[in-house]
């Protein structure tokens, strides 16, 4: 029987651990670069990427119309509001207007102070908030005829100037001036 020699012996040890370090290393490697067509490829890791982002923009994008849709609606309902408002008070203010003769007369000797509108008594330092959930337009007069300046959101404070049937002329933050339906807005 032949011993092998101690160099062989060391020869065949070197080779072993050189030829498992090369399948380690390819290994290594394989999963650091990414073999091509595997789960680590990055061209492929990159497009399972970009194909998620696609979805995910595609539904919030189709979720913003949709809520787009939803405000349109209720800026619609809240508009069919204030038109039924006006009609009633334009039923209620044609009674008021002959005896609001009496009542500014009564007013402006005792001392009220009036609004930019005759007749129409100040509110002063009162406030209060939108509290219709679609908002409120703001009007450039007490009606529904009047042109619309501006939407104003939810939850916004106004300062009160004045009423008149059934509409407040109000002062937002910005200093903007315009009327709002009472009924969609809650006084402090």
């Known amino acids: 029987m032949v011993v092998p ?18 399948a380690a290393g390819s290994f290594a490697g394989a999963y650091m670069a990414g073999e091509p067509g595997t789960e680590y490829d990055p061209l492929v890791a990159e497009s399972y990427l970009q194909e998620a982002v696609t979805q995910a923009a595609g539904e919030l994008q189709a979720e913003i119309v949709a809520l787009q849709e939803e405000i349109e609606a209720l800026r619609k309902k809240v508009d069919d509001l204030e038109r039924k408002a006006a009609s009633s008070a334009a039923a209620t203010s ?10 500014s007369q009564a007013r ?19 406030t209060g908030v939108v509290k219709a959930a679609a908002g409120a337009n703001l ?25 008149m049937d059934g509409w407040y002329e109000v002062k937002l933050a910005d200093g903007t001036k315009g009327w709002i339906f009472g009924e969609l807005i809650e006084l402090d």
């Open 139 to 163: 009007r450039t007069g007490p009606s529904t005829e009047y042109e619309t300046i501006t939407a104003v959101a939810h939850q916004t404070r106004v300062e009160l100037i004045a009423s």
């Open 108 to 126: 402006s000797s005792s001392g009220g102070e009036e609004s930019a509108v005759a007749g129409v008594p100040k509110q002063p330092g009162k």
């Open 94 to 103: 044609a009674s008021r207007a002959q005896s609001s003769s009496s009542g």
């Open 5 to 22: 020699s101690r160099a062989v012996m060391i020869g065949v040890v070197v080779i072993s651990v050189a030829i498992a370090g090369f």
